[in-house]
């Protein structure tokens, strides 16, 4: 029976290009992995994950476990099996998504159980007292004002919108985080759950991943140093827990299991946090509470400032991070795998990936794909791509469905921003090995 391992096969500078070994196969680092939160990567089939050339699939445990619950999933066979993808997985411990619920809640109500609201999100601050139902439908209402969400990562938001959200009771009770644990709500029933690092590793083992993520306090962005600092301490002990959860009885060998670190934007706790994970028995590392509304540059310090306290010999996986600029700033960094929701959020949003001549930073390597001046182009969405919907498909066909909204656009469009961010960490896997790294970075981000 295969196990997990892992190796650097090659360094240009701090890029690194390797080889994970899971049970379900290869994984070749650096690598995009595509979020299938609820078993799906949204408007994709396996076939089509796998004609893409994906290698590394990602699940949100919270949502797993509340539907259709990690019991289902383990009786066929476990998530690559369920989904029929038979390929490697990665599952997070759920902790984002229930932070992020508080998140939410804080957003719509003010201040829930463990955030004040000096805590509370800018982005989060601004949206207070509207109607639940317009921070329900975040992609309708990012559509609409042009501003996205902050979060990379799958959030609550990304699945649901929130018209059946239990509000009767006192939405304090929603989410109660004490040093046990988590308790929470479902988002879709009112149902009480309650994540501890052992429940959450106990889940995972259910869902039964390769790569398995320990329990993590999230804080909120931006929080203040105290918030962060308790968050951390807490972090590495709900560590110990869960690794100690990991290697108990239950045990199955065939999991791997990261360990994250946490430290919001402050350099003494991220420093921190990375030499207490990396000093445990973890297979692998995440480094999670980026992507979470702070600016790139902060996102970027806190990579140079854990970067260089890594093990080597063991894999890196960033959590929610893919924009195009990013994806060549993370892997110059030394992270193996990433994921992110952005390209099948962004296809059911109407906007595609365009490669370097037309994309550049400015306009974020994207086109607006229902703009009336694509209604009768007869390019494909990207010149320079030879995926199906590229091969296949014009602008203004694309352009005539989204505006009708076709499921079709949906598909066509995932396929294709899918297709675009995997391949072209394809490409920067190929440069690392040819000791390129640099010169393809210029070609796209001058
Ligand atoms: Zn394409």
Known sequence: MTKFGFKVLHQDENARA??????????????????????????????????????????????????PGGEVVKKMGGLSKFMSWNGPTITDSGGFQVFSLAKTLGRLKGPVSGFSPASAPSFAKASVGKPFSSAAMPLVAERQSGVESPSTRATLSDNENFESFPRSN???????????????????????????PEES??????????????????????????HVKNAVERTHRWALRSLKAAQGKHNNSRQAIYGVIQGG????????????????????????????????????DVLNWVGPLLPKEKPRHLLGVGEVDDIFEIIERG?????CVIPTRLGRTGFAFVSSSE????????????????????????KNCDCYTCKNYTRAYINHLFRSKELLAYHLLSYHNTYFIINLTKKIREAILEDKFQSLKKDWLV
């Open 201 to 226: 590793i106990k889940i995972q083992q259910k869902l039964g991943a390769d790569l398995i993520l320990c329990f993590d306090d999230c804080p909120p962005y931006p929080s203040d140093y105290t």
């Open 335 to 339: 992270i193996d795998t990433f994921d």
């Open 18 to 67: 390797g080889r994970l070994t899971t049970p379900h196969g290869v994984v070749n680092t650096p690598c995009f992995t595509p979020v299938g939160t609820q078993a799906t990567v949204k408007a994709l089939t396996a076939r089509d994950l796998k004609e893409i050339g994906v290698e590394l699939l990602f699940g949100n445990t919270y949502h797993l476990h509340l539907r």
């Open 265 to 300: 934007i402050y350099k003494d706790l991220r420093k921190e946090s990375a030499k207490f994970i990396s000093g445990l028995d973890f297979d692998g590392i995440a480094i999670g509470g980026v992507a979470v509304g702070e600016g790139k540059k902060e996102m970027l």
């Open 359 to 382: 994309g550049n930073i400015k306009n974020r390597f994207r086109i607006d794909i229902g703009k009336t001046k694509w209604q009768t182009s007869k390019l494909p969405l990207d």
């Open 170 to 196: 006192s939405e304090k009770s929603l989410v109660k985080i004490t040093e046990n644990g988590v308790k929470f709500r479902s988002h879709l029933d009112g149902s009480l759950h309650y994540f501890t």
